[in-house]
Nanobody, 128 residues
Framework: QLQAFGGGLVQAGGSLRLSCVASGGTFSSYVMGWFRQAPGLEREFAAA????????YYTDSVKGRFTISRDNAKNTLYLQMSSLKPEDTAVYYC???????????????????????WGKGTLVTVSS
């Protein structure tokens, strides 16, 4: 199971850090990712991180502003968000990709085809 938390209301230009705690599985066996879904829109990919954190991939809209990281000892995934914009307002979800997928396969299945398990989302609201 995955549980994301840390969302809230923040002014444009501000920062927020999301966390996602995993339980019931071997966290280090999964490529992990963050997705977001704005009202009325489809869920979109934001960032992904490989099993040991050595490979990271961001969608262009968050590159340079968001940082994904993980702590396998704590079974926790993070998303540090800075320079937030109103268009970043969304429910943010953490996700575990299917464990049998390679990194290249994960990339090919984006945005959501390779996800094995979704966490409950956390709402981020960025005011202008």
């Amino acid at each position: 199971q995955l549980q994301a938390f840390g969302g809230g209301l923040v002014q444009a230009g501000g920062s927020l850090r999301l966390s996602c705690v995993a339980s019931g599985g071997t966290f280090s066996s999964y490529v992990m990712g963050w997705f977001r879904q704005a009202p009325g829109l489809e869920r979109e990919f934001a960032a992904a991180i490989s099993w040991n954190g050595s490979i990271i991939y961001y969608t262009d809209s968050v590159k340079g502003r968001f940082t994904i990281s993980r702590d396998n000892a704590k079974n926790t995934l993070y998303l540090q968000m800075s320079s937030l914009k109103p268009e970043d307002t969304a429910v943010y979800y953490c996700a575990a990709f299917r464990p049998e997928l390679s990194w290249i396969q994960v990339r090919r299945t984006l945005p959501t085809g390779g996800v094995d398990n979704w966490g409950k989302g956390t709402l981020v609201t960025v005011s202008s």
